[in-house]
């Protein structure tokens, strides 16, 4: 059964996309799960001039259509909602809002705790949390936590500027920052696979792995949000946190216990021991690439630079490949190839851990067995080992051992968000990136761009494909290829 949380949560950005895509439907799962109950109530804030009745109809329609939902439940869950018009750089606004809080804590009987869910541009997060500490928003009893989205800076000046001006107000315990891949489930199985597996505990080092990679692959291109992707690209987008914390999780140490204390431990070790390239050395190990322009089964599909919003003469990467390495006593000299970019054949995430290839005895030279974990769009793990043909014959044969989790309770199972705001909520920062983390993530980042700043060349590739011809030269170059060549193309995903 799962415990209640007894919280005010002030939503800044309550009419925007991820509120209502993501947010209202994860606090609704939480709602039905018992995590929120009788004593919560959530203040939507941004500037439009919205009732609380109105505010009331769009969460109910941004959660009407989950599975199973009942038109009662709908009902009981929007009557919790509130919606203060405020604009988050007046400051006069946050005494009204600080006022309606302070009922609303009265009203449910919350005992003071508070959530603020920073679910706004990213420029606004230094203009709230210095209000919220100069309008005196924060309560004497009971918690009072951040939650703040993606991206938590543009390089480690502007992170390090941002991270100062939140820890101002608030203390690092206090601040949740979201990366919402580490709600996800097959992320959070990569502990158990790791360390509950004597068998892949025993191998899982440079003793025995020859190489990793991580694809995150996306079908789609760059949609509405060249206005945002045009100043990121997908070395920030996707490299500085997502990517980076797979790595974190595949090569970090096991922690002493299953506490977010102990896991961010060994997490902020495995990230300081990333190694930091030299230009020379960003040059050689990282590539980048556009999408371009390609018919696909007779649909002409844009090129990056034909999309809305995007300049003629654009130098964003849609697409970023790299070998990475940790200079950690378990893992120094193991390749970590990393991949992500938009347009790419058919959208998917997967890790391929590839242990090296027995080199004596009886079938020295025979294939390297290979463990994929497949995070979305399926989840699930295969292995393939060296099993031997049938029949009278001592040949081997690659053999495949497949599971993937029921579609269904896959489905039924929380989605990330909803797994991260019952964190916030229970103040469980496991599943959360620690300042230090993001840090070292940016150090590495920002070698990797200062390369790239002074030079006009951008290799394409066409939409479809898997990218351009340097990804697949920079592991043929040590010998190695990428595990996942997909050969059909999937775009609608
Ligand atoms: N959307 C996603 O799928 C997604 C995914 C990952 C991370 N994120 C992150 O989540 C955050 C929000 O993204 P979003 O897509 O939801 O943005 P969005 O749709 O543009 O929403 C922005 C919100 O901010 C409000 N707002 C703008 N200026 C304001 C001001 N001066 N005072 C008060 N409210 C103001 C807007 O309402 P008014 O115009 O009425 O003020 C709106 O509610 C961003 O940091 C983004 O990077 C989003």
Redesign the pocket.
């Known amino acids: 059964m799962t415990e209640e949380t007894h919280a005010v949560i002030i939503l ?8 209502r ?2 947010l209202y439907p994860a606090m609704f799962g939480l709602f039905r799960r018992g995590q929120l109950c009788q004593h919560f109530a959530v203040i939507g ?4 001039p919205w009732s609380d009745a109105y505010y009331r109809e769009i969460v109910s329609a941004a959660v009407e259509d989950e599975p199973g939902a009942t038109a009662g439940q709908v009902a009981a869950f929007a009557s919790h909602f509130y919606y203060q018009s ?4 007046d400051a006069a606004h946050y005494t009204t809002l600080k006022d309606l809080a302070a009922k609303l804590d009265d009203q449910y009987a919350v005992g003071g705790n508070r959530l603020y869910y ?5 420029s ?1 997060f230094a203009t709230i949390a210095t209000h919220l500490k100069s309008e005196a928003l924060l309560t004497s009893t009971g918690f009072n936590r951040l939650v703040i ?3 938590f800076g543009h390089d480690y000046a502007s992170a390090k500027e941002l991270n100062d001006s939140i820890t101002a107000t608030f203390d690092e315990h206090q601040i949740y920052r ?1 990366d ?1 891949y580490l709600g996800k489930e097959m992320v959070q199985a990569i502990l158990a696979l790791r360390f509950a597996n004597p068998l892949f505990k025993a191998v899982w080092n440079k003793d025995y792995i020859q190489d990793i990679q991580i694809t995150l692959a996306e079908a789609v291109g760059v949609e509405e949000r060249a206005g ?1 992707y045009e100043g990121a690209g997908a070395l920030r987008d996707m490299v500085q946190n997502h990517i980076m914390q797979l790595v974190a999780y595949l090569t970090m140490a096991e922690p002493a216990a299953k506490t977010a204390a102990a896991i961010h431990e060994v997490k902020s070790a495995a990230f300081e021991a990333l190694h930091v390239y030299t230009p020379a050395e960003a040059a050689a190990n990282f590539v980048r690439g556009q999408y371009a322009a390609a018919t696909i089964n007779g649909t002409r599909i844009n090129g990056y630079r034909e999309e809305t919003g995007v300049a003629a003469d654009s130098l964003t990467d849609t697409f970023v490949a790299g070998k990475l390495g940790v200079d950690s006593p378990s893992f120094a000299g193991v390749p970590i190839y990393v991949r992500t970019g938009k347009r790419l054949r058919r959208k998917s995430t997967q890790v391929t851990v590839t242990f090296k290839p027995t080199t004596s005895g009886l079938f020295a030279g025979a294939a390297p067995t290979n463990l994929t974990l497949y995070l979305e769009p399926h989840q699930g793990y295969s292995l393939f080992i060296n099993g031997k043909q049938l029949g009278t014959t001592t040949a081997l044969m690659p053999e495949e051992l497949k599971y993937r989790h029921d579609p269904h309770a896959a489905a039924n199972a929380p989605e990330a968000y909803e797994r991260l705001i019952g964190s916030a909520l229970a103040g469980d920062e496991t599943d959360f990136t620690r300042w230090q983390e993001v840090a070292a993530a940016w150090h590495f980042v920002d070698a990797i761009a200062a390369g790239w700043a002074d030079d006009p060349t951008m290799p394409t590739y066409p939409a479809g494909s898997m990218g351009p011809s340097e990804a697949f030269e920079l592991l043929a170059k040590d010998g190695h290829q990428w595990f996942w060549q997909p050969t059909h193309i999937r775009l609608a995903d």
């Open positions: 800044f950005g309550g009419s925007g996309d991820l509120a895509r993501k804030t941004a500037r439009r405020h604009d988050v750089t920073m679910a706004m541009a990213p606004f989205e993606k991206p979201i919402h945002y």
